[in-house]
């Protein structure tokens, strides 16, 4: 089978990032960036493309050999609501929507991964390449397993990697277990009598009651739950029906809460319940809470890290291999597909000087391509041994 020169394929996936920098679409929408994927594949020679699976996601399928095995390698699709600060020439044309968080590159390098396996192999078994929507608010991964993934396409081991900003360009951490966190979504709604802003005696609005429960709610890390169990709560917004010589008599509290087991997340919701009731009768309002479970915890399989590590060791130098120290508060749904198979989560670096995830400057480093597509291309070659 043919090699390809990886100077020509960066320059390759350097086009396709930036085509789809330029052209992000939130989660749910990702219909040009599907249309976009799966005609790539089928360009590279793919045995199956499915396109549409849990609304737009895209599902590639290569074998080689007659092994009976099959891993997955994912990346997600989607952009945010955030809109670009930025002056490069591929910046998004799509107003108020920016790849903030890198999925155009996660995107570009399983393409990538996908030019090179169909054209070097080196393989025996089963690839699939799994290209998700909506990662950002915790829905696609979902989606695609009700719409039958691990039936229509099953596989037994899943991988998965993200850039990090901070971390230099051709360095890679992982670890065993805890990775990255839960995350729960509050709203609370206060309820009282509003009316005017020089008779406050008059009514029960709900401003004060509002900054008293956001302060409040604070003491649930600090004062509620055990030092040795990580969590956050906090909180987002603050949204009232006041204006400037009105009291509200509606006021919203709404923020999200993190944590790494379940325990600990139903103890944030009762004792946000317990915090918000009594808030509420100290100001002589009413207090009804709203609570859900967007994220589940990441958690990587132990063996899996190790075939991780040894993989990395083909593809970066021995000294920017790293075990992470401490498991993220961030979230990501690749943990769901964790429920149905063992999987691995990895981190590459984008850069010390790189804008943080979800700015409004921010920008996927494309000298990081060829580390993520050799990685994939590494764990699959070694997951489906020749």
Known sequence: MAELDPETLKREMTGWRRDLHAHPEFGFEEKRTSAFVAAKLREFGLDDVAEGVGGTGVVGTLKRGDGNRAIALRADMDALRISEQSTAPYRSGNVGIMHACGHDGHTAMLLGAAKLLASEGGFDGTVRFIFQPAEEWGRGALAMLDDGLMQRFPFDEIFGQHNMPGLPVGHFETRAGPVMSAEDNFEIVLRGLGGHAARPHSGSETLVAACALVTNLQTIV????????????????????????????????????????????????????????????????????????????????????????????????????????????????????????????????????????????YDFNDDGLLFGANFHVAIARQRLEV
């Open 222 to 361: 600090s004062r509620r739950l055990s030092p040795a169990d990580i969590a956050v709560v906090s909180v987002t917004e603050l949204i009232t029906d006041g204006t400037r010589n009105a009291l509200p008599g509606l006021a919203r509290v709404l923020g999200d809460a993190r944590s790494f087991r379940p325990e600990v997340s139903a103890e944030i919701e009762r004792q946000m319940r317990a915090i918000a009731e009594g808030t509420a009768a100290a100001y002589n309002v009413a207090a009804e809470v709203n609570y859900s479970r967007e994220f589940v915890p990441l958690r990587n399989d132990a063996e899996l890290v190790d075939a991780a590590f040894a993989a990395a060791a083909s593809v970066f130098e021995p000294g920017n291999i790293a075990v992470a120290r401490e498991p993220m508060t961030a979230s990501e749904d690749f943990a769901r597909f964790l429920d149905h198979v063992p999987g691995c989560f990895v981190f590459l670096g984008n850069g010390e000087a790189s804008a943080p995830l979800h700015n409004s400057s």
